[in-house]
């Protein structure tokens, strides 16, 4: 059931937009291609057991984490445009 200006199942395509944003977000991120030994950011060595149990991985746990937090932090896209919305 639609309100006041909008098409029936403009609710549902908001939701169905906001699943594929943030699936596709989330394989952009994973990693690719070859492991690294050394990080990226901090150049400390990779171990072993996390290059071959994430394929591609570019950070050490520590950088990773830290991105992790930040990339948490930053949040996702605010279609509800209600200030409720905006405070999270």
């Not at 050394?38 to 520590?62: E, K, S, T």
């Amino acid at each position: 059931m639609a309100g006041g200006w909008s098409n029936d199942g403009a609710v549902q395509e908001q939701i169905d937009s906001t699943i594929a944003d943030a699936v596709q977000r989330a394989r952009s991120q994973l990693p690719s291609g070859e492991s690294l030994t050394h990080c990226d950011l901090c150049d400390a060595r990779i171990p072993d057991a996390r290059r071959l149990a994430v394929p591609g991985v570019r950070l050490c746990v520590a950088c990773q984490d830290a991105d992790d937090q930040q990339q948490k932090a930053s949040g996702g896209i605010n279609r509800r445009g209600s200030k409720d919305s905006q405070l999270r």
